[in-house]
């Protein structure tokens, strides 16, 4: 059963080889792998670092940033926190005070400017080790696991993780009965 797809997430690299990027490489990076999810109808693309790691620029230093994709309508947030249990402690710090404090609430402050939770989270790396990044998204996300590097992100990687989850029947957390 096909799944629609609103946000997809890719998580890799670390702070180090993000700041390889100059604006032009982040904005050529956007361009290719946003037109992959704009082509298939999905609005958001979130790029996360795998781990915050030691040395490199800090998380404030590499910035979030929101980059429009050439192609189609989507928005690419790079997300430079490497530290799943820092951005949740950020995120509840963002809610109002008196505002109530929901699942809604939570993903909103998470993943503020896209507006739902991500779908699928392809991961670049092994497939028997979760990125301390993610907290939120294992709970309802699908994760595609791609054994490849950074510098070696590529369209086609996208592509086969989107046709990978189009494959699946997602459970949203439940079990089969």
């Known amino acids: 059963m096909a ?9 890799a690299g ?19 792998l946003g037109g992959a999810v704009a082509a298939v109808g999905c609005a958001w693309l979130t790029l996360r670092v795998y781990e915050a790691g030691e040395g490199g620029p800090s998380d404030a230093e590499l910035g979030r ?3 429009a994709a050439a192609e189609g309508q989507c928005t690419v947030i790079v997300d430079p926190v490497g530290d799943g249990r820092q951005r949740f402690a950020d995120a509840m710090r963002q809610v109002p005070a008196g505002a109530p404090i929901d699942e809604k609430a939570v993903a909103t402050a998470l993943y503020e400017p896209a507006d739902v939770e991500p779908d699928l989270v392809l991961v670049l790396g ?33 592509l086969t993780a989107i046709a990978e989850f189009h494959g699946r029947r997602r459970r949203f957390g439940g079990l089969d009965e």
């Not at 670390?14 to 904005?27: C, F, H, S």
């Not at 907290?135 to 590529?154: K, N, S």
């Open 14 to 32: 670390n702070r180090r080889e993000w700041a390889e990027l100059d604006a032009a490489g982040w904005q050529a990076l956007a361009d290719e």
């Open 126 to 158: 092994p497939p028997t080790r979760l990125p301390p990044s993610l907290v939120w998204e294992l709970a309802y996300g699908e994760l595609v696991f791609v054994p490849a590097t950074f510098a070696d992100l590529r369209r086609e990687h996208l």
């Open 3 to 11: 799944s629609s797809l609103a946000h997809v997430m890719i998580v």
């Open 65 to 67: 940033r929101h980059l």
